[in-house]
């Protein structure tokens, strides 16, 4: 049986937690390939909401096993606390969760070396969301980082630590003039890790391999967006690992070969956090609404999110990189009210009109947006459960997406409840040929 991936296909938030929520009834394994706790995967189920950072949300579904994955970067306070919590919701955590061996873990002096370079590069800070992870992905790729695996060895773990220490005090002295870390304080506190987290730490790579064989499904699940990326994003506005479709393998270990599908999480207008440019960026009345009426506050930080128009170039090149197989769109519900919507489909740079990508800053910082304008609708679409019950205007504006990049829709969300959710037959938006 085959891997599915899902990755936000914008620059994150595109309400990937209720997707992987909702596909995890028909899957074996949720396993998460990239990123850290930067991540925020929200799941409202009835009245409740929960906000998961590192384990996947099919943890939630009985039968389902969840890998956090090699390519993720692990904050083993950050995964303990999450651990506790799933347990007080009455969920089994043991045996259903399983943390690869070759992890690398964010440690505090990440985190610190972090906010003293952000601190540092003032205006042109990247707005990271102060989770440590570039830090800890740097060390990784310098093979200085510490890995889950030594968390076990208490001696290696202490000698490790000492030296990453010593390393990092004499750059937070000597750079960035910043207060220094007390080594024997941390490692007092992470050598105390070893059997807390021994439960979970396996080679998930061998899991996931032999999963396969056994005609297993997994369900990828990519945290960040596809514009986050650092390879094809917009860098150095991005998030430090690969949330394309290409990351799913390196970060899990699993062969190209198995991959079958791969879903884009578009999200009905475009929203982002931190900095960087952003086309269809809207700073007027209509950015406020879509801000207060989708409630764009980041899950991780509560750092407003930007709001603006979908952006349909933006949104074609991430198809193209990450191979998406159907859509499934989110916050359709958002746009319910609103006289016109705008959607992006060429970009203008240097008086001449283009639908390419321009994915370095210099120029994707100067282009400006050509829009197509779509009625809009003012029908409450929150009950719809077939696309046919959606009001002609949203039909078009799906039909819109789909004709313009060439991909099918499977899924429509409507709302943050798993109910208000068109899937299944009757949602197969053709792409124009
Ligand atoms: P970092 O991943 O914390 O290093 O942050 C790098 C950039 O990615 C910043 O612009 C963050 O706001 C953004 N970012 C990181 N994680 C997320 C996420 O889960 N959703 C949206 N943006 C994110």
New binding site residues.
């Given amino acids: 049986m085959p891997v599915t991936i899902v990755i ?1 296909s914008q ?3 595109e309400g990937k937690g209720k997707i992987v929520d909702l596909l995890s009834d028909q899957v074996d394994i949720v396993a998460r390939y990239q ?2 706790a ?3 995967h929200t799941i409202c189920w009835g009245d409740e909401t929960f906000v998961l950072h590192l384990v996947p949300s099919g943890i939630f579904h009985e039968g389902v096993t969840c890998v956090i994955g090699n390519g993720v970067v692990l904050d083993p306070v950050a995964v303990l606390d999450e651990i506790r919590m799933i347990r007080e919701l009455g969920y089994e955590v043991e045996g259903r969760l399983l943390i690869s061996h070759n992890a690398h873990l964010i440690m505090p002096y990440h985190k610190r070396i ?1 906010a003293a370079r952000e601190q540092a590069r003032d205006a042109g800070a ?6 440590g ?2 830090p800890a992905y740097v060390d990784k790729f310098a093979r200085t980082g510490i890995r889950v695996v030594d968390l076990l060895d208490r001696d290696v773990l202490r000698e490790k630590l000492r030296v990453a220490i010593e390393e990092k005090n004499a750059i937070l002295r000597s750079i960035y003039g910043a207060e220094e870390l007390d080594v024997e304080a941390i490692i007092e506190e992470y050598v105390e890790f070893d059997q807390l987290i021994d439960p979970y730490v396996t080679d998930t790579t061998e899991y996931l391999c032999h999963a396969l064989q056994e005609g297993k499904h997994i369900l990828a699940e990519g ?3 596809a514009l ?1 990326d650092v390879d094809f994003g917009t860098y150095p ?5 690969h949330p394309t479709a290409g990351g799913c393998c390196t970060g899990l270990g699993v062969p190209p070969t198995a991959v079958r599908r791969s879903i884009g999480i578009v999200k009905a207008y475009c929203t ?5 440019p952003f086309p269809t960026e809207l700073h007027d009345e209509t950015g406020e609404r879509l801000r207060r009426v989708g409630h764009e506050f ?4 509560g ?1 407003p ?1 930007r709001c603006g128009w979908l952006d349909l170039v933006a949104l074609r090149y991430t198809s193209m990189v990450n191979g998406f197989t159907d859509y499934a769109i989110t916050k359709l519900d958002v746009l319910t009210g609103l006289d016109e919507i705008k959607v992006c489909v060429r970009y203008r740079y240097d008086g001449k009109e283009t639908t390419r990508f321009p994915a370095e800053v210099q120029t994707l910082s100067r282009v400006e947006p050509v829009y197509e304008s779509l009625p809009g609708w003012k029908e409450d679409i929150t009950g719809a459960e077939r696309v046919e019950d959606l009001p002609a205007a949203a039909q078009r504006y799906l039909q819109f997406i789909a004709g313009y990049t060439g991909v099918d829709i499977s899924l429509v969300s409507t709302g943050p409840k798993r109910e208000q959710t068109i899937h299944g037959a009757g949602v197969r938006i053709r792409a124009a040929v």
């Fill in positions: 936000g620059w994150g938030d990123g850290g930067n991540a925020g972090e990247i707005g990271t969301t102060g989770r992870i570039g945290a960040q967006g986050l506005f991005v998030t430090s690992s982002r956090v931190g900095n960087g980041g899950a991780t930080t750092r999110r």
